[in-house]
């Protein structure tokens, strides 16, 4: 059954309003108070800062990272259980009134650059709806500021949250109820493969690590200058540029970052052609990617490509075992250069017998490549499962929180 039919079932015909949040029938929003990450303690009363809402808190949550002693407690603002905390400072606007849903059982203390919403509506229920693109669409005029982008609880008290039932609060939380019971089935599965995929990484690292430590007469070390042929990148092509891909433009141009963030255009005429790895020299500096398609690199990338005798997916498996490794300087901003990594050190199996040597790094390579199969790939195993079920997630959560905007409960 589609969610906009489940949706039309779950409601049989009851009314549904669109109110303003800060609606005295509805709920109220108070300002954090000033906490600060030098008031935590080891324990104590609970407490929420607006920062970790973005970094370890979900939709909702029933304990807290961090705590504050129980005399700073009686002059915070406290928010009670069931009040949803939002975070109403961020970076940018996407991340900006991020919330969380307070399930536990006593008051927690609320930093500053936070809010929190006490309502009469089920807790989980609004956390959901503040993840919705109706309530991003709702925010968007209110965010103010440059660098640092907010929306104050003043604002916030005017955007619209549908009720259903509202004559009947106790079929109106009920249809919330249901709602929030659907939602949550999708939040738990995604939960599930995600520890999944952690313990196949840690299962990868394990493996990793075995297979790529060696005894010193098993291997020869050579530095990297030795076994590969490094390049650095320089600057990005002038004319012959695309910020999308088509059938002309059609060599990716790498620079540093993770995944899609190194990806900074397309261009015609490729730098590196053979298979290589690419390593950021700034950033997230020394993260190493297998690269099998002709490459552009520019600024803040190095390449290696090797000189003969290895397997480049034994090299890159290796490369990922030193990539928090790099020494660099301290003054200025930090960045690994050629020379650097010139003399980093490079194992190769059974030096004597080169078909011996292809053959036991082909045997780790095909150990490997499994788990990093499972654990990286986009097109297949958990990150591309978990990528499904969130867009599943997104889509339900926005149809069963897309009511019809029949009328305002403040409307006379």
């Not at 259903?164 to 079929?171: A, K, N, T």
């Not at 490794?325 to 030096?351: C, H």
């Not at 788990?371 to 591309?384: K, Q």
């Not at 499904?388 to 929180?401: F, H, S, T, V």
Request: glycine share 6%; aromatic share 10%; net charge neutral.
């Amino acid at each position: 059954m589609s969610a906009a039919r489940f949706l039309e079932r779950l409601l049989d015909g009851a009314e549904v309003v669109w109110v303003p949040m800060g609606d005295e029938r509805v709920g109220t929003f108070t300002r954090g108070g000033g906490l600060q990450k030098k008031d935590f303690v080891e324990s104590g009363v609970g407490c929420i800062h607006y920062g970790q809402i973005y970094t370890h808190y979900g939709t909702y949550t029933r304990t807290t990272k961090s705590y504050v002693s129980k005399e700073f407690s009686r002059k915070a603002r406290m928010a009670s259980p069931g009040d949803v905390v939002i975070a109403t400072t961020s970076e940018n606007d996407e991340d900006v009134c991020k919330a969380v849903a307070w399930l536990g059982d006593e008051k927690i203390a609320v930093s500053s650059d936070a809010c929190f919403y006490s309502h009469k509506l089920n807790a989980k229920f609004v956390s959901y709806f503040f993840q919705t693109e109706q309530f991003q669409k709702q925010k968007a005029p209110y965010i103010t500021g440059a660098k640092v982008r907010r929306v104050n609880a003043d604002n916030l008290a005017k955007i619209l949250i549908p009720i259903p039932c509202p004559d009947d609060p106790e079929r109106s939380l009920a249809i919330q109820g249901e709602i929030v019971r659907i939602l949550d089935s999708f939040t738990e599965l995604t939960a599930e493969l995600t520890a999944e995929l952690t313990a196949r990484k840690k299962q990868y690292n394990h493996y990793r690590d075995q297979l790529l430590t060696f005894d010193e007469d098993e291997v020869e070390w050579k530095t990297l200058g030795e076994a590969f042929n490094l390049f650095a990148g320089g600057d990005k092509p002038k004319d012959a540029f695309s910020d999308v891909e088509t059938e002309e433009f059609n060599v990716p141009v790498l620079s540093n970052g993770i995944g899609e963030k190194s990806q900074y255009g397309w261009t015609s005429t490729a730098k590196i052609k053979e298979p290589s790895l690419t390593v950021s020299a700034r950033g997230t500096i020394g993260w190493t990617s297998y690269r099998d398609r002709p490459i552009f690199p520019i600024i803040r990338l190095l390449v290696l490509t090797p000189k003969g005798g290895i397997n480049l997916r034994y090299a890159y498996h290796y490369m990922k075992t030193i990539e928090g490794n790099y020494k660099v300087p301290d003054s200025g901003i930090p960045q690994l250069t050629k020379p650097m990594i010139e003399r980093t050190l490079f194992p190769l199996p059974f030096p004597d017998d080169p078909k011996k040597s292809l053959e036991e790094q082909a045997r780790i390579v095909e150990i490997l490549d499994k788990f990093d199969t499972l654990t990286t790939s986009i097109s297949e195993g958990l990150p591309r499962e978990i990528e499904l079920r969130e867009k599943q997630y997104a889509y339900y959560r926005d149809q069963l929180l897309s009511f019809p905007k029949s009328k305002d409960m403040a409307a006379p």
